[in-house]
């Protein structure tokens, strides 16, 4: 019967024959398609063909299916699988290098497909210590149940720069871009570049300041004087919530200073260091810095500002629900921290 070849699942995948037993089983005992669909995890049209043709034929197994003969045995399959998963980061030229399999790169690349294993470009975040992943685990559970994030300031600096840096190719499963063993840590330059502060709420994007020369405990007191304080007293009054990261600028002592005088102890949010994915402006930035470099070649650090201050204001006005559905994201990325045990988050 040459067209049991064709029964598959509708994505192209062939049934197994513990799937075809189980749907004949069923359907001996007249189920429906639908409920077998269900019950199997299958799709109804799958059910519905292998049904029909099962009828027709009264076969249950698949003949071999005809083509070239594969040109790789299961153990070195599982050879070149191991090489992958030892090292997520090898290429396939060093893949074969190590395994000695004398097959083309093409047939490397289709084994590791094979066994779901994609090349990505490597997510970049510093490496979590077990204190620090502790400390982020403990923030999560704390603020899992807060209800205040519509009316908490998310404040940060940022580096915007004329090139990008270079990222490294990953082999890794799908939805597993933020796994430990699947991140390049990476090492900040020091390249000529603009640095800005920026705030974000619930309600849209905030003010946003260009940071000329070094940003020291003096510099964020005039941003804190001039600029957060009386945007959070005109959209707040006095009852909002401050989140900022572990700059050393910002735990300084005139800073500490500063912020008792100016803020209730309740109001600064103490977040664990090492955790942008929890700040939801770091997606600003992101889609900032994406468009900046889309608008071409800057000849002074005056035009990369000025192309900054352009795509910080078109986020600001072309979406109205762009910051909103950030912030609400809040729980999620915390309860997500909380079931990988304070690992890194997909945000």
Known sequence: MEFLNNIQRVNGQPLTEQERNMIIY??????????????????????????????TAGLMKVPQRTGRPRITTSQEDWNI???????????????REQTGIDISLQTYSRRLTENKLFCRVAKQRPQLT??????????????????????????????????????????RPRGCAYEDQYVQPINKSGRKSVSVFGIMTQNGLGPLVRIEGMFNSNRYLDILNQVVLPYAEE??????????????????????????LNFAPYQIIP?????????????????A??????????????ELWIS???????????NNDFANNLVISMPRR???????????TSY
């Open 26 to 55: 069923f359907l001996g005992r007249g189920e429906p398609a639908k409920e077998i669909a269900r019950a199997l995890s299958l799709d109804v049209r799958s059910i519905k063909k292998w049904s029909t043709r099962f009828l």
């Open 271 to 287: 977040t664990p260091p090492r955790s942008p994915d929890f700040n939801p402006i770091e997606h600003v930035w992101a889609k």
């Open 235 to 260: 959209n707040f009054g006095d009852n909002f919530y401050y989140y900022e990261d572990n700059s050393p600028v910002h735990k300084s002592n005139i800073v500490r200073q500063w912020s008792t």
């Open 130 to 171: 077990g204190p620090i992943r502790a400390r982020r685990l403990q923030f999560a559970e704390s603020y899992l149940e807060f209800q205040s994030w519509d009316r908490t300031l998310f404040v940060d600096e940022s580096t915007f720069q004329s090139g990008a840096a270079y990222q490294e190719l990953v082999r």
């Open 81 to 95: 699988l191991l090489s992958a998963t030892e090292d997520p980061f090898r290429n396939l030229l060093q893949i």
């Open 334 to 344: 915390l309860q997500e921290s909380v079931n990988s045990n304070g690992s890194y």
């Open 308 to 318: 900054i201050a352009e795509a910080w204001n078109e986020l600001r006005f072309e």
């Open 289 to 302: 810095k994406f468009r900046v470099a889309d608008y071409g070649i800057y000849g002074s650090e005056d």
